[in-house]
């Protein structure tokens, strides 16, 4: 259903086109070539015997995205510099990645790598494609992977010159060190990106790691801090009118008043996200929000609005390939069922999301399904397998500083003396 786009240009693709062609290649394009390859749709009456029935009633559907985007490519390349054409493709990469089409976005960046091997005129459209590859991989929990291309841009970029890449570059490792949580290390990356801005006039760069640290000090439970650095980019994005990256600070700030208890107050907040991201196809976020709205309605006693919350993430997170998101919804599924007192299907369900946060090496991800289990089993009375699961979890949390759930665990831990 997340596919299911319609044949027109849409207004980020038609922006993308203006940067490149002119009004009257584009208007050629568009009619010649993109309406032209659309099969009308009408129903077949007639036809070979053998003729599959589903062929008489409509049209097979492509993904419209996939097929607009290789016309644009094949089209564009006969006209535009290949300097020109390949930062044409990272565009369209950029853009697969926010329609929720990953491999496509892959596929895109990995043709720029082909086509500017062993080319050292196309070395910064080699490093940005490394880049954005290295992102699609820590999106999907790629981990190896992605630090393999984030080492082939860094070989590439050089200081002075091509500071704003590898500020974008230690951007990135530090968001997929919190994805793995990793703290530390995501830490040492977003300083070392700011400390490469010191003295320059770059609001938008510094507001992308601003963004990204009021994560990592909302994990560790500062949240006055994360707020701080929320609005402080929220104000940047708001200037530059960069939907992508309101979507996700408002789901950031509402994701702090929830660990705050200011329910309303963050539900608020997700909806400014999720209104934003439907109006700008921004599909990969849209998964991370119906998860974190569950966490609210879970914590309101509304199940029933949570279990639909998350049957629609666990949807798009298979679509997209977001494996982080799918564990979350199996670990939510699991609240859900031991409020219901579900049990059995609780402790399948929380394993569920044990075994994948533990296969995807997430650390924290992987304490929080530990820290549901020792509830679960509190409430079974199984004060063994409740103490084992929790000191798993603090264990963790503490490496990490997560004061909120430290606190949290020790509360629990002391109810079973």
């Not at 929720?100 to 892959?106: H, I, T, V, Y």
């Not at 510094?206 to 909302?218: A, E, F, H, K, P």
């Not at 701080?228 to 994005?237: G, I, P, T």
């Not at 579900?342 to 992987?366: A, D, I, P, T």
Request: proline letters at 1%; charged letters at 25%.
């Amino acid at each position: 259903m997340f596919k299911s786009y319609s044949w027109e240009i849409k207004s980020d693709l038609d922006k993308i086109l203006n940067q490149y062609l002119g009004e009257t290649r584009i208007k050629f394009f568009v009619e010649k070539v993109l309406f032209s390859s659309r099969e009308p749709h009408i129903p077949l009456t007639g036809g070979h015997p053998y003729q599959p029935d589903d062929l008489r009633e409509a049209t097979f559907s492509l993904s419209n995205v996939r097929l607009n985007f290789d016309h644009v490519i094949t089209f564009t390349e006969k006209i535009l510099t290949k300097k020109k054409h390949l930062n044409l493709m990272l565009d369209l990469g950029k853009l697969s990645f926010q329609l929720g089409e990953l491999n496509l976005a892959s596929e895109i960046y990995s043709q720029v790598l082909f086509n500017t091997i062993g080319q050292a005129d196309y070395k910064y459209e080699r490093a940005s494609a490394c880049i954005l590859i290295f992102r699609v991989c820590g999106f999907q929990a790629k981990w190896k992977e992605g630090f393999s291309y984030a080492k082939q841009a860094k070989n590439l970029l050089k200081l002075p010159e091509d500071y704003k890449k590898i500020v974008q570059l230690e951007n990135i490792y530090g968001t997929t060190n919190l994805d793995r949580g990793d703290l530390n290390n995501s830490f040492k990356h977003f300083k070392t990106a700011l400390d490469l801005l010191k003295g320059k006039k770059e609001p938008y760069l510094r507001s992308l790691v601003t963004s990204n640290l009021g994560i990592y000090y909302s994990i560790r439970g500062d949240l006055k801090s994360a707020l701080f650095h929320y609005r402080s980019a929220l104000e940047k994005f708001k200037k530059t009118k960069d939907e992508e990256k309101l979507t996700k600070v408002y789901n950031n700030i509402g994701m702090a008043y929830f660990k705050s208890d200011k329910y309303e107050k963050s539900l608020k907040e997700f909806h400014k996200s999720l209104t934003i991201a439907r109006s700008c196809n921004d599909i990969s976020i849209l998964a991370i929000v119906y998860v974190n709205m569950a966490h609210v309605y879970i914590k309101m006693g509304d199940l029933i609005s949570a279990s639909k919350l998350l049957d629609r993430s666990f949807e798009i997170g298979l679509e997209i390939n977001d494996r982080l998101t799918i564990a979350d919804t199996y670990k939510l599924k699991g609240v859900i069922e031991r409020l219901r007192k579900n049990y059995e299907l609780s402790e399948n369900l929380l394993f569920m999301s044990y075994r994948l946060n533990n296969e995807l090496n997430n650390k924290l991800n992987f304490a929080e399904s530990n820290f549901e289990l020792g509830i679960l089993y509190k409430d079974l009375k199984n004060t063994a397998e409740s103490k084992k699961h929790f000191n798993i979890a603090y264990k963790h949390f503490k490496r990490i500083g997560a004061s909120i759930e430290l606190s949290a665990i020790k509360s629990h831990l002391k109810s079973l003396l």
